[in-house]
């Protein structure tokens, strides 16, 4: 015999796969006007919870039915994130919103400190080699 909680959780868990597959993350392709393809794209999370415990009664109860009492519950966050754009100039990807001046700061700080390091450090001159002597 089968617990209870066994059935509970295989019907949360269908529900869940019905509500999230593949095409949540990667949408269904668009054709653009000119021709380009835009995939949209997105990230999806979630979580799930499910319990159970078996409780006393005074009536009762056949032997296969256990005394059982239980629950789940499922949540599903959706955030888009970009666009795959594929056309006749190449790929590239477009974010769904636009960087914060923090994230901004954050993407520049390595061409920045190169930019600071080549200003700090002595320059240093080029001397032609010599070659051979004729």
Known sequence: MEHPIGHLMQTTLENIK???????????????LDGSTVIPLSKVS????CGGGE???????????????????AGVSLQPVGFL?????GVRVLPAQQPTA??????????????????????????????PQA
Request: hydrophobic fraction near 35%; charged fraction near 20%; avoid cysteine.
């Open 85 to 89: 754009v594929v056309g006749p100039e």
């Open 46 to 49: 979630f979580g799930f919870v």
């Open 102 to 131: 923090w994230e901004r700061a954050l993407n520049n700080a390595p061409q920045l400190m190169d930019d600071i390091r080549s200003l700090l450090s002595p320059k240093q001159e080029k001397t032609p080699k010599e070659g």
């Open 18 to 32: 019905q509500m999230v597959d593949v095409d949540t993350v990667i949408g269904q392709p668009i054709q653009a």
């Open 55 to 73: 409780y006393q009664t005074n009536r009762a109860v056949p032997p296969d039915q256990p005394p059982f009492a239980g629950g789940s519950g």
